[in-house]
């Protein structure tokens, strides 16, 4: 299956040009199903970065420099939540980051760290491990000399002036404000607890870059606070939220690497916009409104699980209304298919790749919720937004395959002439092709296709007809390897397979194989077998195909040889090549001794044809 072939119909000047009877072949969809491709990865074209849910962060960064203040901005990205306001609090947040078998923390500063009644002065480090039931802290000095040591069970809650550096044997951290404890748990999991203002100090920066317009780093302070608050952890647990992607990212007020090199993480734009915006959320139905946002949703947003989470167009995100520095909204990508293969059953090499169901939202149908994999192992269904994205390979679940060879076949038609050329201007786009690695493009008056072996070559008119009804690239002829060219009384294309030839008087059929090899041997269409009158016909044991001068039988035994005139006549009244003379075994030539006389041998005997005479049979 695949996509319609149909040329309009038109003829154009001369010969080469005639058209004849269209061909139409069902649509499918051929475009969203690519073989693996030789390269070893299928390039694609996509939108947008993220999921598409609520806010787009580049949409956000458009409306603002078009100046739309941040309520604006929130209110179209969350249609049906209001403005709402809640009042300063404690978040415990999960340092998963530095979960292990051991965690340090130090003051860096005059002010000492302080647990129960212990300090932890500055140039001392203090050791978090497990302990058989319980947790052991230990206070180091320089050269790892112990200054003291003592076993807790019960939660250790760590406060220091300056904030508290939580590190990692090899001194590379973040300092975080607040406190830090840790649960009574074998890996060492710290938890900062800080107000949820001070904590947003250390999120925001992480979501939108410092240099962003105010009014779209308002919106993500109060996006973020909003999302934070409607997703905290029930009472109870441990802590109320974690410090990665699957929460919010944090990373507190500094870093620092194990080399000693100190960045600051905060920067005064997002502090600014924090505090401008200091306990403001979105609601919904009196609560906190479940803020989702991604970095662009590439031009249309996608339908999440809340009523205000809606799939609709937005042109602030697409790759026409963007800023300019947004190099999300559309992108090129390659997809290894290496990367593709680790979904196969059992292991097996990738076959194909089809895109099967989308969600109606956005370019293309939207994006990708069903792939269907088809691996030598067997095939698999590949099901969600989040498995098209394939690990992060990819942006986003918004794209569609660049089918291979697209600039070849602009290339090809641009040097027959562009519009003004014997294809005419384009009606279909560069299409891929399912079966096997290559591409077409349809236009008025023909079509380009593209192999990687192949190159890219027009074929149009009756030769293109004859070559659809003989499986177009998927028959025996499989692609062209060059375009049209005239010849004496009509015109000719190879293919990978064979040829195509066409005469006004015939029509265009092909040559191939061991038979084309004995027409070509005999002077092609200029020799006494002429152009070809039919296709290749299959027979019992062997093929023939019919000249307009004779015919070519072929079969393991006896290869191709040619019949014509009054011998061909007499072996077909003797039942052809299933009566007692079999396969020609040579083709015609001449009796020596005898002039005018020719003579045909078969594997049952020979037929001799004299002009007095006629045509004589003799057995073996």
């Known amino acids: 299956m695949r996509l319609p072939r149909l040329l309009p119909a038109a003829v154009g000047a001369g010969a080469l040009s005639l058209l004849g009877t269209l061909l139409t072949v069902p649509a499918a969809q051929a475009a969203e199903t690519l073989p693996?491709?030789?390269?070893?990865?299928?390039?694609?074209?996509?939108?947008?970065?993220?999921?598409?849910?609520?806010?787009?962060?580049?949409?956000?960064?458009?409306?603002?420099?078009?100046?739309?203040?941040?309520?604006?901005?929130?209110?179209?990205?969350?249609?049906?939540?209001?403005?709402?306001?809640?009042?300063?609090?404690?978040?415990?947040?999960?340092?998963?980051?530095?979960?292990?078998?051991?965690?340090?923390?130090?003051?860096?500063?005059a002010s000492p760290l302080r647990v129960g009644a212990r300090e932890v002065p500055q140039g001392q480090r203090l050791r978090v491990t497990w302990d058989a039931g319980a947790l052991r802290l230990t206070a180091f000095a320089e050269g790892w000399r112990e200054v003291w040591t003592e076993r807790w069970t019960s939660v250790p809650v760590v406060t220091g002036a300056s904030g508290v550096w939580v590190e990692r044997v090899d001194g590379s951290g973040n300092r975080y404000s607040g406190s830090v404890s840790f649960p009574l748990t074998s890996t060492i999991t710290p938890i900062n607890t800080l107000p949820l203002e001070d904590y947003l100090l250390g999120v925001v920066p992480r979501e939108s870059p410092g240099w962003f317009a105010p009014e779209a780093l308002k919106a993500q302070a109060v996006a973020a606070r909003s999302y934070a608050l409607s997703t905290l952890r029930p009472a109870g647990s441990p802590f109320d939220i974690c410090d990665t992607e699957a929460c919010q990212v944090y990373l507190g007020v500094q870093s620092r690497t194990a080399a000693g090199a100190v960045t600051e993480l905060q920067p005064a734009t997002t502090t600014a916009a924090v505090r401008a915006t200091a306990g403001e959320i979105r609601e919904f139905q009196g609560a906190p409104a479940f803020t989702q946002f991604s970095s662009s949703n590439g031009g249309w947003s996608a339908t999440g699980s809340r009523p205000y989470l809606r799939a609709g167009e937005d042109p602030w995100s697409s790759p026409a209304g963007k800023v300019p520095q947004d190099t999300v909204a559309g992108w090129t990508a390659q997809l290894p298919v290496a990367t593709v293969a680790r979904q196969c059953p059992a292991g097996g090499q990738v076959r194909s790749l089809s895109v099967t169901r989308r969600d109606g939202q956005g370019p293309w149908g939207g994006r990708i919720t069903e792939l269907l994999l088809r691996c030598t192992s067997g095939d698999r269904t590949l099901s969600g937004a989040s498995v098209a994205r394939f690990s992060g390979a990819l942006r986003s679940s918004l794209w569609t395959f660049v089918p291979g060879g697209r600039e070849q076949v602009d290339a090809r038609w641009r040097g027959l002439g562009g519009d003004a050329g014997v294809l005419g201007r384009p009606t279909s786009p560069v299409w891929g092709l399912p079966q096997v690695e290559g591409s077409y493009q349809l236009f008025e008056r023909g079509a380009v296709y593209w192999s990687p072996?192949?190159?890219?070559?027009?074929?149009?008119?009756?030769?293109?007809?004859?070559?659809?009804?003989?499986?177009?690239?998927?028959?025996?002829?499989?692609?062209?390897?060059?375009?049209?060219?005239?010849?004496?009384?009509?015109?000719?294309?190879?293919?990978?397979?064979?040829?195509?030839?066409?005469?006004?008087?015939?029509?265009?059929?092909?040559?191939?194989?061991?038979?084309?090899?004995?027409?070509?041997?005999?002077?092609?269409?200029?020799?006494?077998?002429?152009?070809?009158?039919s296709d290749e016909w299959r027979l019992p044991g062997g093929a023939w195909e019919e000249f307009r001068g004779g015919a070519v039988y072929w079969s393991p035994a006896t290869g191709a040889h040619a019949v014509r005139g009054a011998i061909r006549g007499e072996w077909g009244r003797l039942g052809w090549e299933n009566g007692g003379l079999g396969y020609p075994t040579s083709s015609e030539y001449d009796?020596?001794?005898?002039?005018?006389?020719?003579?045909?041998?078969?594997?049952?005997?020979?037929?001799?044809?004299?002009?007095?005479?006629?045509?004589?049979?003799?057995?073996?």
């Open 36 to 109: 693996a491709p030789v390269s070893g990865s299928w390039t694609v074209e996509g939108r947008g970065y993220g999921h598409g849910y609520g806010m787009s962060q580049w949409g956000a960064q458009s409306r603002a420099v078009a100046g739309q203040d941040h309520r604006r901005i929130l209110a179209d990205y969350y249609p049906g939540t209001t403005v709402g306001s809640r009042a300063n609090r404690d978040v415990r947040v999960q340092l998963s980051r530095f979960a292990g078998p051991e965690v340090f923390l130090e003051t860096r500063t």
């Open 453 to 533: 072996r192949t190159g890219a070559h027009p074929v149009r008119g009756e030769i293109r007809n004859a070559w659809g009804r003989l499986g177009w690239e998927d028959g025996p002829l499989g692609f062209p390897t060059s375009a049209e060219a005239p010849l004496r009384g009509g015109a000719g294309q190879t293919f990978a397979g064979g040829s195509l030839l066409w005469s006004p008087a015939t029509g265009a059929h092909e040559v191939r194989g061991a038979i084309r090899d004995r027409w070509s041997a005999l002077g092609a269409q200029d020799g006494w077998l002429g152009y070809p009158v």
């Open 591 to 620: 009796v020596a001794g005898s002039p005018g006389a020719k003579r045909t041998d078969f594997q049952g005997g020979s037929i001799t044809w004299t002009p007095a005479g006629g045509a004589v049979v003799s057995y073996r």
